[in-house]
């Protein structure tokens, strides 16, 4: 293996991120030869994640544990990253483009005067060059980019959109735990406060269904939470529905919250503002359930309900209760 190329490991709450594992499928994308070695940063014991990234396909997982590490701050992460990357001295850099992703490589590629490529939905090689595909323009159009030769290839990848690796339990690989004194932070979190959530990461979720100000209310939520439970999924919103106080703002998607590419999004009484659509425009199949034909959501839905959503919803829901509906 001549080339080596860095995945990271994001944990969330001890778990690995399924990006994580979707990391090493991209790095397999752009050298099929090289060498996969992923790094999982967190506090405590990390032998775990560190056998899932083999069984994902690294080669070699480099874990540091430390209790500044318990909690992400740009700092610590950035110092540990910077560190194995002196001493690996990687041909390329992969990470999940989510808010750690997005917070910590434009540091460290400004900090080592790298070029980045953020937010790839798509890695393809033509004539021996690595070609990212990325959204602009709040997701009406792609861009293609291709890095220099003679730089480091550093990219971050949009969750959902490359898929991981077949897991193997039997594949094997070497787990090295080293040893980061992780100090000098000038931000040091004292306490972590986390809304209790339940159900599918909304970030990960394969179904998604979404809520606008067309939902009228925190109740109007219910029905789409018991259609989120029915189909396995997460229920989203606009900035509009999470500005109004029907729902938090950790569920809200669009440019000033979560990217979401869900198999299936079902927008609900949502008119399709370009700022929401920014974070959801990659899904594979959208539907549109509101009152309003002449919505800007119907542009880009693959499949329209124009109707009452209090009269479309319990109809949906009743038929997936007849008929068996898939639970997570």
Same mark, same amino acid.
């Not at 540091?64 to 209790?67: L, P, Q």
């Not at 483009?97 to 460290?108: A, L």
């Given at each position: 293996?001549?080339?080596?190329?860095?995945?990271?490991?994001?944990?969330?709450?001890?778990?690995?991120?399924?990006?994580?594992?979707?990391?090493?499928?991209?790095?397999?994308?752009? $050298?099929?030869?090289?060498?996969?070695? !992923?790094?999982?940063?967190?506090?405590?014991?990390?032998?775990?994640?560190?056998?899932?990234?083999?069984?994902?396909?690294?080669?070699?997982?480099?874990t540091?544990?430390?209790?500044n590490?318990?909690?992400?701050?740009?700092?610590g992460?950035?110092?540990?990253?910077?560190?194995?990357?002196?001493?690996?001295?990687?041909?390329?850099?992969?990470?999940g483009?989510?808010?750690?992703?997005?917070?910590?490589?434009?540091?460290?590629a400004?900090?080592?005067?790298?070029?980045? /490529?953020?937010?790839?939905?798509?890695?393809?090689?033509?004539?021996?060059?690595?070609?990212?595909?990325?959204?602009?323009?709040?997701?009406?159009?792609?861009? +293609? +980019?291709?890095?220099? =030769?003679?730089?480091?290839?550093?990219?971050?990848?949009?969750?959902?959109?490359?898929?991981?690796?077949?897991?193997?339990?039997?594949?094997?690989?070497?787990?090295?735990a080293?040893?980061?004194?992780?100090?000098?932070?000038?931000? /040091?979190?004292?306490?972590? /406060?986390?809304?209790?959530?339940?159900?599918?990461?909304?970030?990960?979720?394969?179904?998604?269904?979404?809520?606008?100000?067309?939902?009228?209310?925190?109740?109007?939520? $219910?029905?789409?939470?018991?259609?989120?439970?029915?189909?396995?999924? !997460?229920?989203?919103?606009?900035?509009? !529905?999470?500005?109004?106080?029907?729902?938090?703002?950790?569920?809200? /998607?669009?440019?000033?919250?979560?990217?979401?590419?869900? =198999?299936?999004?079902?927008?609900?009484?949502?008119?399709?503002?370009?700022?929401?659509?920014?974070?959801?425009?990659n899904? +594979?199949?959208?539907?549109a359930?509101?009152? =309003?034909?002449?919505?800007?959501?119907?542009?880009?839905?693959?499949?329209?309900?124009?109707?009452?959503?209090?009269?479309?919803?319990?109809?949906?829901?009743?038929?997936?209760?007849?008929?068996?509906?898939?639970?997570?």
């Open positions: 293996m001549s080339e080596k190329i860095l995945v990271i490991g994001e944990l969330q709450q001890g778990v690995l991120r399924k990006v994580s594992y979707e990391t090493i499928a991209a790095a397999k994308q752009v $050298n099929a030869d090289a060498e996969i070695l !992923a790094l999982v940063l967190g506090d405590g014991d990390l032998q775990q994640p560190a056998e899932e990234m083999i069984h994902y396909g690294a080669n070699r997982v480099i540091v544990s430390h209790a590490l318990s909690n992400y701050t740009s700092e992460y950035g110092q540990v990253i910077m560190e194995v990357m002196q001493e690996e001295n990687p041909s390329g850099i992969i990470m483009h989510t808010s750690v992703g997005k917070d910590v490589t434009p540091k460290i400004s900090r080592l005067e790298l070029g980045l /490529i953020s937010d790839a939905v798509a890695i393809e090689k033509e004539d021996d060059q690595v070609i990212f595909t990325r959204p602009i323009y709040s997701g009406k159009a792609f861009e +293609k +980019k291709v890095m220099k =030769d003679d730089g480091l290839l550093f990219a971050t990848i949009r969750p959902n959109n490359i898929s991981a690796l077949e897991h193997d339990a039997s594949r094997t690989g070497e787990i090295i080293k040893v980061v004194d992780v100090k000098d932070l000038r931000t /040091i979190v004292q306490e972590v /406060i986390r809304k209790k959530t339940e159900g599918v990461d909304l970030s990960e979720a394969k179904i998604v269904i979404a809520g606008g100000r067309g939902v009228k209310s925190a109740e109007g939520f $219910n029905a789409l939470y018991e259609l989120a439970n029915l189909l396995g999924g !997460a229920v989203g919103a606009s900035r509009g !529905a999470c500005d109004a106080n029907y729902c938090d703002y950790s569920l809200q /998607i669009g440019q000033t919250g979560k990217v979401v590419t869900p =198999d299936l999004y079902i927008a609900v009484g949502i008119s399709g503002a370009i700022q929401h659509m920014a974070g959801m425009s899904s +594979k199949v959208i539907v359930i509101n009152s =309003d034909e002449e919505a800007n959501i119907f542009k880009m839905a693959d499949y329209g309900i124009v109707g009452d959503l209090f009269e479309v919803l319990p109809l949906f829901i009743e038929e997936l209760k007849l008929q068996g509906a898939l639970v997570s």
